[in-house]
């Protein structure tokens, strides 16, 4: 069975099945260690692996919402010139002009920094298509009047670090769903994890927790967030009709497994396909 099957795949299989035991996974920046992170070739490559690329936007001078993590064009295009001036001074077109796939393979070749426009336009040709939003520097009144013109509320996830941020989103875009990540060392994730579940996740549907290895893991991948703090946060947040999503930095099969094993049902990661690889096998093994 080919990888690129991707949930549908494991749906047909009848290992996952539909309601608690379904797996939805999120490819981080489209899956930046498959794909140019944040172009229309990474979001089409989640899209067809069943997941749900997150998009992180941002605007330039003339207020094009645009698709760019950093803040500047350095890292991920080939510009020669304003590598360093932060795209919020540059005009659409002048971000344009640079390639933002030939950096990461040949293949790639004549891809760009695309606008979220385009990402919209791209989904009402996917009408099952979802994709996350994280805002980096953009205005939340503009966004909201662009989810408005192509009606896509209902198939974008807000993700913020900040709960005041997503229940704003929320109030203004009616339909729209708001994800909290939370990052950093493993007593501040806990620490913000329970102050949310305190507020009831107020304005919030899905919470994600950054997962981070030991760095001094032998034979495999093994996280610093220990089991007893996951199964107590999936515990909490199913009670209060909350998604639990874990963003694993770096995963083996066995490690995912284990995940799984916790009841664990959301993800984020910057591999897709190989992710779908190993839920694959995970339940293809795992006596049902």
């Known amino acids: 069975m080919g990888v690129l099957c991707g949930i549908a795949a494991l749906l047909g299989m009848g290992a996952l099945g539909t309601g608690a035991n379904t797996v939805q996974f999120q490819a981080h920046r489209g899956g930046l260690k498959e794909v140019p992170e944040n172009t229309l070739a990474a979001y089409r490559h989640a899209w067809d692996l069943g997941a749900i690329p997150e998009v992180d936007i941002c605007a330039t001078a003339d207020n094009v919402i645009i698709c760019l993590h950093d803040d500047t064009l350095k890292r991920t295009t080939d510009a020669r010139t304003n590598q360093e001036i932060p795209v919020s001074r540059l005009t659409f077109e002048e971000i344009r002009q640079w390639d933002a796939g030939r950096w990461f393979d040949a293949k790639y070749a004549g891809e760009k920094v695309p606008s ?18 994280d805002l980096k520097n953009v205005s939340l009144d503009d966004l909201g009047v662009l989810i408005g013109k192509y009606r896509v509320a209902n198939r974008v996830i807000f993700s913020h670090n900040k709960a005041e941020s997503c229940r704003k989103m929320r109030e203004a875009v009616p339909g729209l769903r708001t994800m909290l990540w939370i ?69 083996d099969c066995s490690s995912l497994s284990g995940l799984l094993n916790l009841g664990i049902r959301w993800y984020a990661t910057d591999e897709p396909e190989r992710f779908v690889s190993c839920v694959q096998e995970h339940f293809a093994t795992t006596p049902r």
């Open 116 to 133: 979220l426009e385009e990402v919209f336009q791209e989904m009402a040709r996917r009408k099952s298509a979802q994709i996350y939003l």
């Open 183 to 251: 990052g950093g060392e493993v007593p501040e994730i806990q620490e913000t994890f329970r102050k949310a579940a305190a507020d009831g996740f107020d304005g919030l549907n899905q919470v994600q927790l950054h997962l981070h290895t030991a760095p001094d893991a032998e034979g495999g991948v093994r996280y610093l967030m220990s089991e007893d703090f996951l199964r107590e946060a999936l515990m909490v947040a199913r009670e209060k009709n909350v998604d639990l999503e874990v963003l694993p930095f770096a995963f």
